[in-house]
């Protein structure tokens, strides 16, 4: 029987060194967020740049999500095949070329080809980041330093929302000509180019996943890896654990998705890719994405816009942090189940307010007396509800609750998944917008707030404080029962 590794031991880790490698791979969750940012400032000014209307102003806008959904299908395979760090690298080149390409762009191709390039690194980064936390972590903490990635999302959009509104202010305008005779909103894109170079650089200080070292047959390597993180007898212990919980020889493959015992998907992948798709049928990107434009519809002027998203990131980085706070104590189930009825209110009363408020259509909204108010404190408590809830605990999730068999392969499903949700979701909003209005679009999303909360009651099993090897037991075993295997 092999060795286990239980919570006792692990607290031996050097807690120190596994936050500094957390912290290198939740670089991309940076880049990730700022990558989803940026694009909020610059939608008007490229619809005047490239001449396009609101489809193809919406498309430009998409884009990148299409990338996403590429690279993040692609990148678990990619990452069983030849490692974490190797695919973590090729993002961070991605993400350099796509913020400089973005800004040279004159024309919606170009600039389409450069935003699905972008894309391809933040889906990629989006499963690999928690992927690596995740395999790297003792469990007593797991779920906080996942919850890294999460931070340094809302930290990257935070960053991006303030430089936009920092350039704008120095220019006039994100149309308005700036330094070198260049525009503002490429200036805006090409700021990017300075944290994708440090995330570059980290990722060469990291060494390799250990489990995914032990899965390709390199136990060397995996020991020597975890004899710098813990001390040597639980280093050997560990790799004994992971070892026990594969297929000796056997490669991961996208079909490993598919029971041996069953013939079906795993039940499991399909609550990731539940969890990965509520996540984003709740509207949250419209948040991120249009926030600029849903202020202004409202009667916000272009720079108390920009400062709207530049408190909206503030409330999102300050509620990650008791994410991080809360997910190893209360665990991750409660904070899904009470953040899905908190976005569900928050929702419903602005699309209340946005419903009833006086319009000359859905783009000329005015928001009379106390309205911009309670619209704004509304929309900031549900930002304020997904930043302790799905906006961490979705990805911490996806990290940590497939088997060590089949992870890459659910990953990059449910990654794909969570991607073609946001794409969805980005895509039809302006239509929403133009032709319902902000109170009928809220109310759909408030829908999803509720079918969010029923999912997670029924289909969600709590992961605090289990080893991955542990929940890959339990899941195997649960299996076996469903195959009718004895």
């Not at 990338?67 to 695919?87: C, E, I, S």
């Not at 060590?404 to 980005?426: E, K």
Request: one cysteine or more; hydrophobic letters at 50%.
């Amino acid at each position: 029987m092999a060795n286990t590794v239980d919570s006792n031991q692990e607290r031996s880790y050097d807690l120190k060194r596994v936050i500094l490698l957390s912290t290198a791979a939740a670089l991309g969750g940076f880049l990730f967020g700022f990558d989803s940012g940026v694009i909020n400032g610059t939608v008007d000014a490229l619809q005047k740049a490239f001449d396009s209307d609101a489809a193809v102003t919406g498309f430009n806008v998409a884009s990148v999500l299409l990338g996403a959904m590429v690279g993040a299908f692609f990148a678990g395979t990619l990452a069983d095949k030849f490692g974490r760090k190797p695919v973590m690298i090729a993002t961070a080149l991605a993400f350099i070329l796509s913020a400089w390409g973005s800004g040279i762009s004159d024309g919606s191709l170009e600039f389409v080809i450069y935003r699905v390039i972008g894309g391809m690194a933040m889906g990629a980064a989006s499963i690999l980041a928690p992927a690596y936390i995740s395999e790297i972590a003792p469990s007593k903490i797991r779920g906080s330093l996942a919850t890294l990635q999460q931070l340094m999302i809302v930290f990257g959009l935070f960053m991006a929302f303030m430089s936009n509104y920092w350039l704008a202010g120095m220019s006039g305008g994100a149309y308005e000509v700036f330094w070198g005779g260049f525009r503002t909103w490429q200036w805006m894109f090409w700021a990017e180019i300075v944290p994708a170079s440090i995330f570059l650089f980290s990722l060469l200080t990291i060494p390799e996943s250990p489990r995914y070292l032990v899965a390709a047959g390199k136990v060397d390597e995996a020991q020597s890896v975890l004899k710098n993180i813990s001390p040597l007898a639980d280093a050997k212990a560990k790799v004994d654990d992971i070892r026990s919980t594969l297929r000796e020889g056997v490669k991961p493959r996208l079909k490993d998705v598919i029971s041996k015992y069953t013939g079906k998907i795993h039940p499991l992948v399909w609550v990731g890719l539940g969890l990965a798709m509520l996540q984003q049928f709740t509207g949250i990107n419209v948040i991120f994405y249009y926030g600029a434009t849903l202020w202004k519809a409202a009667g916000f002027t272009e720079a108390d816009a920009l400062l709207q998203n530049v408190i909206s990131g503030s409330v999102n980085i300050f509620f990650t942090f008791v994410a991080i706070a809360l997910v190893d104590r209360v665990g991750r189930k409660p904070l899904l189940l009470v953040g899905s009825l908190g976005q569900a209110v928050m929702l419903g009363v602005m699309a209340y307010i946005f419903s009833t408020a006086p319009s000359g259509g859905p783009d000329s909204l005015t928001l009379a007396g106390n309205q911009g108010l309670y619209a704004l404190l509304a929309a900031n408590a549900y930002i304020a509800f997904f930043a302790f809830s799905w906006g961490p605990v979705m990805w911490v999730m996806l990290g940590e609750m497939f088997p060590n068999q089949y992870r890459g392969a659910a990953l990059a499903l449910c990654g794909m998944a969570q991607w073609g949700a946001n794409f969805l979701i980005t895509m039809t909003f302006p239509v929403l917008l133009s032709s319902m209005g902000l109170g009928f679009s809220y109310g759909i999303y408030a829908f999803f707030g509720i079918v969010a909360y029923l999912f997670v009651k029924l289909f969600v099993k709590e992961t605090k404080g289990k080893t991955l090897e542990d929940m890959s037991r339990e899941e195997a075993e649960r299996e076996k029962l469903s195959g009718g295997v004895v």
